[in-house]
């Protein structure tokens, strides 16, 4: 099972400032590179109060300088706001530099667009060009991101890798997953299914709990209109949850994997056979940077045994 990492590039109140979070992010690349994590992607946000990175593109050559082997790309850019050549000519000049480094992931959120399936079907074509063929990774090194299931069967129609966002919609990812392999065989492609799931994770089942309490308390104020720094432990325990609070945190707690490292990896290998994932991309906010590569250092770790 391949492991790699989704970063959002967090803010949080131990690294609140966007250069604080910058640094982690890109410290947090060359950490999974050796802890053998195969790729890391750098999502994109615009305007937000909690996430730092708004131009995954700059992320992923600025982590590329800084590594040697691990694949690094945009999870995702947000294609919709952009033309399919400005960004095949972006990401092409990175994988001049760095050959066969460079993923090039792309989605759009809630955004319309009705050119989407175009500018996707040019990207593969553009970015194949540049690459040589591989049995491992999709064609033009192009996925596409989704969690509704709609967009599904696209990528598999051309040959792109589909990612299913279970951290967005932990239900109904099946169906879609399955709509994507179905588009692949009868296109005659090859299927590369990436699961992204979020988690919480820590040597101890209270820690891991206090973790997920945190990133809890964030999530929940985010969909109540009060975006801000994901909170610390400390500010979590201390804090007097309302009822539409808790009511809330249960139902984005269905979405989070919670557990000591074992208990997290038999989760997810569950849920990857579930979804018929050959990869897990991974997530966790957490407040503290330490904390943070720690949970990635523990479920590495696991997973090797």
Known sequence: ?????????????????????LSSGLQLAQEAEHLGYHRIWFAEHHHSKSFASAAPEMMTALALERTKRIRIG?????????????????????????????????????????????????????????????????????????????????????GAGYVHGHFLRPTGGEPATRAYREAVANAGHRAHTVLAVRFATADTEDKAQALADALLLWRV?????????VPSVATAASYRWSDQERARAAERRQALIVGTPDSVRDQLLALAEAHGADELML???????????????LLAQSFSK
């Not at 391949?2 to 690294?15: F, K, N, W, Y």
């Not at 997530?283 to 250092?297: H, I």
């Open 283 to 297: 997530n966790t906010l957490v407040c503290d940077p330490a904390d943070r590569l720690e949970s990635y250092r």
């Open 1 to 21: 099972m391949r492991l790699s990492i989704l970063d959002q590039v967090p803010l949080t109140e131990h690294a609140p400032t966007v250069p604080e979070a």
């Open 74 to 158: 945009t999870g995702a850019i947000l294609l919709p706001y952009y033309q399919a050549q400005k960004v095949a000519e972006s990401m092409g000049l990175l994988v001049a530099v760095h050959p066969d480094r460079v993923d090039i992931g792309v989605g759009r959120a809630a955004l319309s667009d009705p050119h989407y399936a175009q500018k996707i079907a040019a990207l593969v074509h553009d970015l194949d060009a540049v690459h040589e063929p591989s049995d491992t990774e999709p064609a033009g090194r192009l996925w596409v991101l989704g969690a509704g299931g709609s967009t599904a069967p696209l990528p598999g129609t051309l």
């Open 221 to 229: 104020r985010k969909d109540l209109g009060n975006d801000g720094p």
